[in-house]
């Protein structure tokens, strides 16, 4: 990409947005500065996210008017320490992009130095070794890059940033003692990393600083910055052009870790830490008319804090009908309904606070979703396998042998053999004409489904327990020990009856369970093993 247009720059807001997320519990465990809140993280994406609100909204036809839309998204919604500076780094680029339609090598220059200005301003005591030492390195690389390609310099300048967040803890005892990197600092170069990605087509391979889990002994450091006789964090929004100076005066009597700070437009964003928040947001009113006020308490935030994980291993299964979710529930698997939404998966998946999640899809529509919910969840630190499972009756069988006591690779191994040994077998009724292996078919003719393949079709109004026997037989013609039986909510009454009774005289060495699923547009779910 030789120029940052505005459609660039919403394709970073929305990597931005998609990398904070994954990056999110990381960042929060390591946060110990200046207060160990363990919110970095989370408050750096819901800043991101206001900003990309405020562009997805926004008619921007050039790249100033795309980055000014992003600035004004990032300061209405931002939260915390982190959440001020971010805005106050894309009021920045905005600002050297002002009037542009796109922006080249030494635009980028110019925005990141306006960026690292502004961003050093909005912190009342800037300290070596945070967010703003690695925001200068990114802009003094982009500044002495030799070339002027917008490649060159943005990858200069991501290289410097990941390269200072690596000496952040040499700079801050806080976090040698803790055993991490700045929290904000990696969040930065989260931002610049997906800026450099979508200029360049390309992940960058530059060194990146990891860091181990917060230590118990993290929790309780001691803030580097202001004083610990102040509990709360205040916020608020002011509109039109209000006395700052006088308001920073104000709220500076009455704590620490103040900012005030505009997007350039008549919108300013407020922060203290204080004991008194009556006063602080009473400052907010002799200044203008305060809005979006929010206010925490950081003890609060630090008794909040708990492991990510609070269990070692989870089986998720996803199950259509109240039934059968309920005799998954009971076998002890976190059940939902089946969906193809990746985020609600993601959110499923994390949401167990397990190390080891093992996934039973039940259906063969669901692998493209899945695929990118286990990306995004094993990319941000949890193992999620899905074990192949292509129907409710495969899914049984595999949680059947799970056991939490073995490892969980060979857990899963063991489930994945289990489903694999289960012959799949349906029994439903036709929604529309269509053409199968055995003829065609028309709405209303029932259908006998063998491994996801059509094998006989009978004009309705058929003879569901007959049809149902004959798959049964078909089935359990290559040998069998187990017969499940799984009712849709089409089953008639009396159904399951019919084929135990069948199998009873038929095949007196067979074993049959039944249990009534009500699988929505379902008759009779099958599985032999």
């Not at 750096?44 to 008619?59: F, G, V």
């Not at 390309?202 to 803030?223: D, I, N, W």
């Not at 070692?312 to 059968?324: M, Y």
């Not at 007959?466 to 187990?482: H, P």
Request: aromatic fraction near 2%; hydrophobic fraction near 45%.
């Amino acid at each position: 990409m030789q120029a940052l247009d505005a459609v660039a720059v919403r394709q970073w807001a929305e990597a931005c947005v998609r990398s904070l997320d994954a990056n999110r519990d990381d960042i929060d465990r390591i946060n110990v500065f200046p207060v160990p809140d363990g919110d970095t993280g989370t408050n750096l994406s819901q800043t991101m996210r206001s900003a990309q609100d405020s562009l997805l909204r926004t008619p921007a036809d050039s790249v100033g008017q795309a980055l000014a839309a992003l600035a004004r998204g990032a300061l209405a919604g931002a939260r915390g320490n982190s959440g001020v500076i971010l805005s106050q780094v894309l009021r920045g680029l905005a600002e050297a992009a002002q009037g542009a339609s796109t922006a080249g090598g030494q635009a980028l220059r110019a925005a990141l130095h306006r960026a690292d200005e502004l961003a050093t301003a909005a912190v009342s005591r800037p300290v070596p070794g945070t967010v703003l030492t690695v925001l200068h390195a990114a802009a003094e690389a982009a500044r002495d890059c030799p070339s002027d390609g917008l490649g060159e310099v943005v990858t200069a300048a991501a290289e410097a940033g990941a390269l200072a967040l690596a000496e952040t803890p040499r700079q801050l005892a806080v976090l040698a003692r803790a055993g991490v990197v700045d929290a904000g600092a990696k969040g930065l170069v989260v931002l610049l990393d997906a800026l450099a990605a979508v200029i360049t087509g390309r992940p960058l391979e530059v060194p990146f600083a990891t860091a181990p889990p917060r230590t118990p002994e993290s929790l309780t450091t001691g803030r580097e910055a202001g004083s610990a006789e102040y509990e709360y964090e205040v916020m608020y929004l002011l509109d039109g052009a209000p006395d700052t100076d006088r308001l920073e005066q104000r709220l500076t009597a009455l704590g620490d870790c103040v900012s005030v700070v505009g997007d350039g437009a008549g919108l300013w964003t407020v922060h203290v830490h204080c004991n008194d928040i009556g006063a602080a947001v009473e400052a907010g009113v002799e200044a203008g008319r305060p809005h979006r006020i929010t206010v925490a308490r950081f003890a609060d935030q630090i008794a909040a804090q708990a492991p990510r994980f609070v269990r070692d291993r989870a089986v998720v299964a996803l199950v259509e009908g109240e039934g059968a979710r309920e005799l998954f529930r009971s076998a002890g698997a976190v059940v939902a309904e089946p969906t193809g939404d990746t985020a609600d998966l993601l959110a499923l998946v994390a949401g167990t606070r397990a190390r080891h999640v093992a996934l039973l899809p039940g259906d063969p529509a669901l692998c493209e979703p899945l695929e990118g919910a286990v990306a995004q969840a094993v990319e941000a630190g949890q193992d999620v396998v899905v074990v192949p499972t292509f129907s409710p009756v495969q899914a049984l069988s595999a949680l059947a042998v799970h056991d939490p006591a073995r490892r969980a690779g060979d857990d899963v191994v063991a489930m994945a053999e289990a489903a694999a040994a289960t012959r799949r077998g349906e029994v439903r009724l036709a929604e529309r004409e269509a053409i199968t292996w055995v003829g065609r078919c028309r709405p209303g003719d029932l259908l006998a489904m063998l491994d996801g393949e059509v094998v006989r079709v009978e004009p309705g109004p058929a003879d569901v327990a007959a049809l149902s026997c004959r798959l049964v037989d078909r089935m359990l013609a290559g040998g069998g020990e187990l017969v499940t039986l799984l009712l849709g909510e089409d089953a008639p009454e009396g159904l399951a009856e019919a084929v135990e009774d069948h199998l009873r005289a038929a095949h007196p060495e067979v074993e049959a369970v039944a249990y009534r699923g009500g699988q929505p547009g379902a008759v009779l779910a099958v599985g032999v093993e």
